[in-house]
């Protein structure tokens, strides 16, 4: 069985386009077989993420591409392009994100967007993005019905893929003509974040034109009368408020703004079941609001699993990992705002998204690796962090112009810690596009064509699934400890105990081509038999080594059970 889970991924040039559909479809059955063989436990820790734009990824339903007369010429790559959440879900079904070992799908907001476009120096500008609020109780129909997502988040269940749901509770959306400004008892409007204080950096406007929720406040208000009149109009005005007014008594809050919001964002956990939140601009918000936000979403959570039992994947509980925007991982707990620490993983964070990778990826390997599994084994014991190295606000990726994509997926899936794969590093998807300005670069609609049409795309493609395999099925990878075992060949091992469960294995990088000797004493006794999941060879360990003869410069090894 070990050998059919990477057939994929050796799947020679030569075939066509239907053969590598035909065989991708086989593929994904055996790995489906193969994981619930094995009973793999997953881990937060060490979870394969896919970060991907809504709007940008997959066009499900073409009907759906244009609503609420969003017609006005954009600047480059700032309205809507037609992906939609039927898009993901088709993806999953197709197996997709199996055989790229991902375990998690993290989708940008899927709110209702302002229906009008704004002028940010770029030309117009569409919430084709998802931060930009209009009404956080339904969904925007550009990315589907709430029926679609109740599709996804089921499919991917089945899949054994968890489902994040990115959230905004610092501010609304835009002010645009056909979108009023909120009552002033729930957002300011001024003045704009200085980010050297506490005070600046949370009690502030992000950017010009963006309206902040008031979510230091306590103070009860009422609802806007343009969200009421829009609930008439579609005819929900009486179960929203009757779904307020329970909420309410049985917790007790004041009827202050985060709360309204947090009850509203948790609904998507009690009706759908989804498993995570990605927490937007988390600095930026009073810290004791995301410990309320989480007390919700995790009563939701379980809430939801009384009522399903049929469809809990597994014990974890709910899942939230923060944007606490600059933050890196050799901080430890703390984000420093200058005059004043506050430790996020204390409010109800799992994880918090480590923005230092992308400037370590240039180090040796053994340097990364070393550095994180001694702080995550720590300083930040029990937690985590969600490593990354190209997103869609991050305008200094490493390896902009995807020179170096075998690298990148090296560093990004063996680093200890969660990996987020953002959509198209897999394929080498264009950072840089022309006509377009600012993070308008870093959100072109997937690569599709190319993925089918080129073979060196085809070849990183097939580098990404491989570790990407490797590293779901075994938690040792992004959750386990790290020791190097050789230094000339790069050989190390990564041990991953929980319990009863135990998960060893031993990764070699930069080997050379042709035969080549792997060190593995005192690790893995002689005689103990091992299959590399990258070259499909079984070895068995002699004199505290194993020898592979091929051209790969990776090897994964795995014991033969």
């Not at 039992?309 to 606490?324: A, T």
């Not at 075994?474 to 929980?498: E, I, Q």
């Not at 081509?513 to 060190?519: E, N, R």
Request: proline share 4%; with cysteine; net charge negative.
């Amino acid at each position: 069985m070990k050998k059919l889970l990477v057939t994929l991924a050796i799947l020679p040039f030569f075939l066509s386009c239907k053969e590598v559909k035909k065989q991708q479809q086989n593929t994904t059955q055996v790995v489906e077989e193969e994981v619930s063989k094995k009973e793999i436990p997953f881990v937060w820790e060490g979870a394969n993420v896919y970060f991907l734009l809504t709007d940008r990824f997959n066009n499900g339903n073409p009907e759906n591409d244009v609503n609420f007369e969003r017609t006005e010429q954009t600047g480059v790559l700032r309205g809507f392009e037609g992906g939609d959440i039927q898009g993901v879900t088709q993806k999953i079904e197709q197996g997709y994100f199996t055989d790229l070992g991902v375990n998690a799908i993290w989708m940008t907001p899927l709110v209702e967007q302002i229906h009008g476009a704004t002028d940010e120096g770029t030309g117009l500008t569409y919430g084709y993005h998802g931060y930009w609020t209009k009404d956080w109780t339904a969904l925007d129909p550009n990315f589907g019905t709430k029926k679609d997502l109740e599709k996804l988040v089921k499919t991917a269940h089945k899949k054994g893929i968890r489902i994040l749901l990115d959230v905004v509770l610092n501010h609304t959306g835009p002010v645009t003509e056909k979108d009023p400004v909120w009552p002033d008892d729930w957002v300011r409007t001024g003045p704009a974040c200085e980010f050297t204080t506490y005070e600046n950096t949370t009690e502030c406007t992000l950017v010009a034109n963006l309206p902040d929720i008031l979510t230091e406040s306590d103070e009860p208000v009422e609802l806007p009368d343009a969200l009421l009149a829009k609930w008439k109009d579609e005819g929900r005005l009486s179960k929203e408020l009757d779904e307020l007014n329970l909420f309410f008594e049985r917790t007790g809050y004041p009827r202050a703004p985060r709360y309204y919001i947090i009850k509203w964002l948790t609904d998507y956990i009690n009706d759908l079941g989804v498993d995570g939140f990605r927490v937007d601009t988390v600095k930026h918000v009073n810290e004791n609001a995301w410990e309320d936000l989480h007390t919700e979403a995790d009563y939701a959570f379980e809430m939801w699993k009384k009522k399903h039992q049929d469809q809990i994947l597994d014990d974890n509980p709910f899942y939230m990992v923060g944007e606490v925007y600059n933050y890196g991982i050799s901080g430890g707990r703390d984000y420093d705002f200058g005059d004043k620490k506050v430790d996020f993983f204390g409010y109800g964070f799992k994880s918090l998204i480590n923005f230092e990778l992308k400037s370590d990826a240039g180090k040796d390997y053994e340097s990364i690796f070393k550095k994180y599994s001694t702080i995550l084994n720590t300083k930040l014991k029990g937690k985590s962090v969600l490593n990354y190295l190209s997103s869609h606000d991050d305008g200094g990726p490493f390896d902009r112009e995807r020179k170096q994509p075998y690298r990148a997926a090296n560093v990004l899936l063996l680093t200890p810690g969660a990996a987020q794969i953002y959509y198209g590093d897999e394929t080498s998807r264009p950072l840089v596009v022309e006509g377009a300005q600012g993070d308008a670069n870093l959100r072109s609609f997937m690569n599709w064509k190319d993925l089918d049409s080129l073979p060196d795309i085809q070849m990183v493609h097939r580098h990404w699934q491989k570790l990407g395999q490797f590293r779901r099925d075994h938690p040792a990878v992004g959750a386990g400890k790290h020791s190097r075992l050789g230094k000339d060949p790069y050989v190390f091992s990564r041990t991953y105990v929980n319990g009863e469960y135990r998960d060893k294995v031993v990764i070699g990088l930069d080997l050379p081509k042709g035969k080549k000797s792997l060190w593995v004493k005192g690790f893995f006794g002689d005689g103990t038999k091992l299959f590399d999941t990258y070259s499909e060879t079984e070895v068995i360990v002699t004199n505290g080594k194993v020898i592979l003869e091929n051209d790969y410069e990776v090897a994964l090894l795995e014991l033969v059970e």
